[in-house]
């Protein structure tokens, strides 16, 4: 009976504290629970079938070409092995996989997620540390990325690794930067302002091309400008100074001089992402801040597009950061309630090995995950990834600070962003606001 | 000279008359509301005493065997989950931890919270202004197809709901290129005109009230109920209007609008509820960018649905998203309390 599994729910850090409220409150997440199970392709854990082989659920949140890719690693896996299969499924749902994990009757053995999740997880005893099993195996967790070993480690324990990484520099279309004279990418904010000056084109009041994409990730902006949004501690710190001098930079360089109603219809006019009429690929605008997979998207999509990678702009008064970005993990972790969590892990291995990553990561234009393939010959099939790849090396490049309170704060930088470039308040004014209102944020 | 009052209530008082006469197969508020018992006694209906009883329990018994399929659905996916967000609504709950019961703290920081107004503002906007605009326009489309002339009626009354069965996510894809504020279709022929068409997409005065336009693509769902409504109004009230010499407008007003008001009760309360709900076009429209905005530029197309579900499944704070959605039911039943008492007053004036 699900209320029954319901009070068996492994997550809890008071596990001795049973009380009726529990399992009525998770009541609510069985009826999804229900749904998902009837939807899976795979109904429980296979203990035996064909050559009493051990199945392994792989639920991936990777879907189309990219999901494509995991299943050959998945394939090359069950043709390696006579004792494990793993059956793989792709279910982009985080809410499901969420809801699994609270599970009696779990939907997978091993699963994946980004950076955030894995505190707050380990905390809830979601997620299974695998420092017991790298001591017993003596795998060796040298050569994975430092900052996403820092990410995933929470009070000494390593809950999950980076199969995949991800990370932003600026893109830049050459050609349009020596139809203006200029033979290098923008090293400082203030070459950039020139960048944008010289290349931004407006004909009868309208304009026709812009020096910088119209709506940027200010957070990123911030922090290339030398500003953070959390403190050491973790407390969001958006009143920072220099997040203040970025938001106002991009005030005095872009929305200013070209005027945020002409911005917006700009923006309006603008072709889809992942299309080949992406303003980037068609020239709509010279410089942005984007991520390593459009060096696969313009491969496919625009190959002949003459654009290149550097690193983001610094403030001239502050060469030390050069080199920040932020860096975004696909990490692979094994629930708490896995019901084959040593099989899990040998499947993970497999997964990590440098072979499987190289090929994985290949094929989704993503960057690895270990230090050792950052310089691989076999990324240079990918056009302009070498930037990105030797981005990651800075020490600059980090996860973003991830505590309980992280969305709610992103709502209300996003929101506080829309003000200011609207015109309706000024940097400093909308970021004293948003540092009052995030004390009142839980912890 | 007669005072215009009593020279109308004169000239009307055979149509009235005539109006309050229910068409025979126009829908009552009883009938409208379920209020109407099964075992009721009807003409034809009519047999001996212990033999009709015996029959009632039998039929009443093969009536609720036949409900039963759906009793026990509404049980456990409506009834279950509802009485849980009632409790969880007065809890801590990220799924993954043990609720912790907190009172009444989840409420009373939803008259603190800014987005709570701003959301409850937009479903508010979206609800009365937009279900009045959607019922009129309806009922226009209805009148234009009702149309004795109307040529090729059938085919214009199946055009007329086709884009009622037309996916949300379809239309909204489709209304981001015709609204678009550069090259979108509606624009482009404003411009034809020499009208300086805004920005429906980008600028909050109009995101609104482009929704509101969208949601007049699918008003076939009403259109096609005024219609049937139109249709049940007998023509001998008509004729006798005409013969009292009513225009096209008094019959309107005194004959149509009379007989179809139970149907436009009905509509209103439906309309009503799915827009304090509305969810999919605003939220299909104003999808995040990299900033994490929700609703679109200064989030104006965050409706109090998105917000709920954003607390739920962005901020993971079950028990306020629960809260948040006990504080919507309580205000669907009093406006819909207020709708059913505000018409059975105008009945009684009537």
């Not at chain 2, 407008?249 to 509820?273: A, D, N």
Request: glycine share 8%; hydrophobic share 45%.
């Amino acid at each position: 009976m699900e209320y029954t599994s319901v009070m068996t729910i492994i997550m809890s850090r008071n596990r001795r504290q049973r009380s009726f409220a529990r399992p009525i409150a998770a009541s609510a997440a069985v009826l999804a629970l229900l749904a998902v199970s009837a939807c899976s392709t795979n109904d429980t854990p296979s203990d035996g079938g064909d050559d009493a082989k051990v199945t392994v659920r792989f639920t991936y949140l990777w879907t189309g070409t990219e999901g494509e890719a995991v299943e050959e690693v998945i394939a090359a896996f069950n043709a390696s092995q006579d004792k494990i299969t793993v059956v793989g499924t792709s279910n982009p749902d985080q809410q499901a996989q969420v809801l699994s994990m609270q599970s009696s009757n779990p939907q997978f053995d091993i699963s994946g997620t980004g950076n955030s999740q894995i505190a707050p997880w380990a905390g809830s005893a979601a997620i299974k540390s695998l420092t017991p099993l790298i001591e017993a195996d003596g795998y060796d967790t040298a050569d994975f990325l430092p900052a996403a070993i820092q990410n995933n480690t929470v009070d000494g324990e390593l809950y999950a690794l980076p199969i995949a990484s991800n990370t932003y520099q600026m893109l830049y279309n050459k050609d349009v930067l020596a139809e203006a004279g200029i033979s290098d990418p923008p090293a400082t904010f203030e070459d950039w302002a020139n960048v944008i000056r010289q290349t931004s084109v407006v004909q009868d009041g309208e304009i026709t091309r812009l020096g910088v994409q119209p709506v940027i990730d200010y957070a990123l902006l911030a922090m290339a400008y030398g500003g953070a949004w959390y403190d050491a501690s973790g407390n969001p710190t958006p009143d920072n100074p220099r997040n203040i001098e970025a938001l106002q930079w991009w005030m005095d360089n872009v929305v200013t001089p070209y005027g945020y109603d002409d911005l917006q219809t700009f923006q309006s006019g603008l072709g889809e992402w992942g299309t080949p009429e992406y303003p980037f690929y068609a020239g709509d605008f010279t410089t942005m801040f984007d991520g390593n997979w459009q060096s696969a998207f313009i491969a496919r999509l625009r190959p002949d597009l003459n654009w290149g990678v550097a690193p983001f702009p610094y403030p001239a008064d502050r060469p030390e950061a050069k080199g920040v970005s932020r860096l975004d993990l696909s990490n692979l972790f094994i629930p708490s309630n896995s019901a084959h969590p040593e099989e899990a892990w040998e499947f993970m291995k497999f997964y990590l090995s440098n072979d499987q990553m190289r090929g994985f990561t290949l094929a989704l234009a993503n960057l690895p995950g270990r230090t050792s393939l950052l310089d691989d010959p076999a990324y240079a099939e990918l056009p302009n990834f070498s930037g990105f790849l030797e981005a990651v090396k800075s020490p600059l490049v980090e996860p973003s600070y991830s505590m309980p309170f992280s969305a709610e704060y992103s709502t209300d930088m996003g929101a506080a962003f829309g003000e200011i470039v609207a015109g309706n308040t000024d940097p400093a004014t909308a970021m004293a606001e948003l540092a009052e209102k995030a004390k009142s944020y839980s912890r | 000279m007669i005072p215009a009052r009593s020279r109308r209530s004169q000239t009307d008082r055979p149509v009235l008359a005539a109006a309050s006469r229910r068409p025979a197969n126009a829908l009552s508020r009883a009938e409208l509301s379920g209020s109407e018992r099964p075992g009721d006694e009807r003409p034809g209906s009519e047999r001996p005493g212990g033999k009709r009883r015996g029959t009632g329990r039998r039929e009443a018994r093969q009536g609720f065997i036949f409900a039963l399929p759906f009793l026990i659905g509404f049980a456990i996916f409506y009834f279950v989950p509802i009485v849980v967000t009632l409790y969880l609504s007065f809890t801590e709950f990220n799924i993954l931890q043990s609720p912790k019961w907190i009172g009444l703290e989840n409420y009373t920081r939803a008259f603190g919270d800014e987005r709570f107004y701003k959301s409850l503002g937009t479903t508010f906007y979206l609800t009365f202004i937009g279900v009045p605009i959607g019922l009129g326009f309806g009922l226009a489309t209805a009148m234009i197809l009702n149309l004795r002339r109307m040529p090729a009626r059938g085919f214009a009354r199946a055009l007329a709901y086709v884009p009622a069965i037309i996916p949300v996510v379809v239309t909204a894809y489709l209304f981001r290129w015709i609204l678009n504020g550069r090259h979108g279709l509606l624009n482009t022929v404003l411009g034809w005109f020499g009208i300086s068409a805004p920005n429906w997409l980008l600028d909050p005065t109009w995101m609104r009230p482009a929704v509101i336009l969208i949601s007049l693509w699918a008003v076939g769902g009403t259109t096609v109920i005024y219609l049937a409504a139109l249709r049940s109004v007998p023509t001998d009230l008509y004729e006798a209007a005409e013969l009292d010499g009513c225009g096209p407008v008094r019959r309107f007003i005194h004959v149509t609008w009379p007989s179809i008001l139970p149907v436009t009760v009905f509509q209103l309360i439906v309309g009503l509820l799915a827009n304090l709900q509305a969810f999919d076009v605003p939220y299909l429209l104003g999808s995040g960018d990299f900033n994490m905005t929700i609703g679109g530029p200064g989030e104006t197309w965050l409706t109090y649905a998105i917000y709920i579900y954003h607390v739920a499944f962005g901020y993971f704070r079950m028990g306020y998203a629960a809260a948040l959605a006990w504080l919507l039911f309580l205000i669907a039943l009093v406006l819909t309390v207020i709708i059913l008492r505000l018409t059975r007053e105008v009945d009684n004036a009537e």
